[in-house]
DNA sequence: TATGAATGAGAGTTCATTCAT
DNA sequence: TATGAATGAACTCTCATTCAT
């Protein structure tokens, strides 16, 4: 038990480090000091640091989406699923708070990791959100809520543009042109009428 | 003039490593010898690695987008801008051809870099892109062709559903789960489709 | 313990090399290796070859100083103090032997040196010591055994006299003439009747 | 003629970046810069950086000390000689102005000199200073207008006070202490009272 | 089990000097 | 003769990882 306690202080150490600094101005070092262990202790538990980080993105970032699939297998309509997924990726990303310097790392693979299992654990990020919002927008346009289309190629376009519009709104926005985001006020409700209602007249 | 053909041999040197090891695994001598060049006279050239990065995003990214300029001030519907746009940005994505180990840094400011112009130089392609999307949007929305809304809301859902498209069909898809991809022959006129209807019946 | 001796092991090193090799002809890997250490170890002991260097002149040469302000405040009469003071000096010349490569360093900041608070540190050495000598002198004044005079001048006269005896015998006169040192064995006593008396019949 | 021209602008350029940086601080393409010639022009002139430096110290610095020969030749009294010899080590002082970077290259061989020939030449100028002063002291002891002393002893005592008094009052203590170079406005004249007369009552 | 001292491969950068033009 | 583009040896410092205690 006492090492199911130590191997957490590590992970949360890493976490909130990894998010507020970036995994590369991350050390080691840091993350032993910031979870009150030594250094050499952070090897006993985790092989390297890109593992440690591996263990973190799954604890920390994959872990959440198990409320995904049972959000799927819901009896709500698709659209209230939609609604819902939306809301989860927003609740997400408002919980790294101000931090958002793990974002790039989370999002995609850096090139400072080597681990191929760490990149593809990434990478399975993707296809785990792909799916859920895939089988959401099959299912609504097999019982006639959306329009007939290419359900994956639809899939994408919205996941797409919810994961923008978070990060957007999240992370480059504020850094690159703060104006914007302060003045708009944008609700997640009018975010999702684009989606269901297209852009044309 | 010579030293422009110089100067261009490590651009491109640098460019074509940067794309297929990413920022961090191409060293300075990699990119000196690949320009059948010396390690010092990159320095020469170049202040420091960083803003060699910053000279490659500048004329291998940044230059393509003069074109969108002439684009938003031409006479088409909103609608044509707008497809136009999306190809652009296809055809953009394309000539990285299967090395885009580079993405992640040239979409997201990695924290490898510490200089802050560099990193404000990334950030601004984003204002640069989004700009451009939310004038032909807020054409559309004035002259009747779109739906009225938020025009920033609407520009920013567009801009992500077109990022994340391609990200995904280019990058993420093929290395998380090639079936999809190969599966697919997405077309953009498709995912245009998407865009301009919505998704609802 | 044991920490303690092997940053002792480094100041040693460096000491011994600085001395026979200057400071910009020592480099870091080989007080590593004279300390019997790996390269790294240096640096976690000390953050800078240029803060090392500190380390060794504040230890190697400030620490003796802490004598002289026993002898300001003994007993004695001024001369006999300004007689300890030439001889304390004359000792501490003496150690460093033949290998007198640091002294340029030590007696004066060398540009190589980029941290202000190391130059400093050396210039107090000066400060340090023209202290010590005004104070003697001052007393000597005083209690009447001196001439009346302006004491700080008078203290910057003597100090610099001994100062070069020392310099010129230990260091540039075996470089620049071997022949006059060898010729002449100098007596401190000798030298500090000139300074007594003067040079005038 | 144009050749000796180009020439002396180089030296001119050294000498006065030397001065105010240092020999490690000035880089051979700012002298360059700074004579308005090309780097590779430097090297047409001068064999290597530290050559150079040679040639800057042979003739801003060595060269003045013709004048000294003169002045030991000369039938004053021993006395007024070592005042006019004084006053002239002052006169050189002071032209450095507040550029003093150059001195402990100029005193003192930096070991960023390799080569010997240049170690040599520094090391001269000691030889020089100290046999003008030397012959100044013989003289004056042999028509009895100085105590008899060991006359080599007694001029390395001068000398070194006199250096001193100059170094710091010029160098160190402004760095080191500034107030107390400028509480005093010490007279060369009272300088050379506590030579002449001794400090002892 | 926990530690932190020790390590050294590795990278970016500097700059005196060379040499083709 | 004059140039400045090209060079690469050399050096400091970083930090993930190891391992003796």
New binding site residues.
């Given amino acids: 038990m006492?090492?199911k306690i130590?191997r957490n202080l590590m992970i949360e150490a890493a976490f909130s480090l990894f998010l507020k600094n970036g995994y590369l101005n991350t050390?080691?070092?840091d993350i032993a000091e910031e979870a009150g262990?030594?250094?050499?202790?952070v090897?006993?538990y985790f092989p390297?640091?890109?593992l440690l980080f591996a263990e973190v993105f799954r604890l920390k970032i994959l872990s959440d989406y198990g409320e995904i699939e049972k959000l799927i297998r819901s009896k709500m309509s698709a659209e209230k699923k939609l609604l819902k997924y939306v809301a989860f990726e927003a609740k997400n990303m408002k919980k790294f708070g101000d931090s958002l310097h793990m974002l790039p790392d989370m999002v995609m693979s850096s090139d400072a990791f080597k681990n191929e299992a760490l990149q593809k654990t990434i990478y399975d990020l993707w296809v785990l959100r792909f799916n859920a919002m895939h089988s959401i927008i099959k299912e609504g346009i097999a019982n006639g809520e959306f329009l007939p289309a290419d359900s994956e190629l639809v899939a994408m376009s919205v996941m797409g543009s919810l994961n923008f519009f978070l990060l957007f709104k999240y992370d480059m926005m504020p850094k690159a042109c703060p104006k914007v985001v302060d003045a708009a006020e944008w609700e997640f409700e009018s975010f999702s009428q684009t989606i269901f209602n297209g852009i044309k007249a």
Same sequence: chains 1, 2, 3, 4.
């Fill in positions: 006492e090492k130590k050390k080691v070092i262990v030594g250094k050499g202790t090897y006993e390297s640091k890109e």
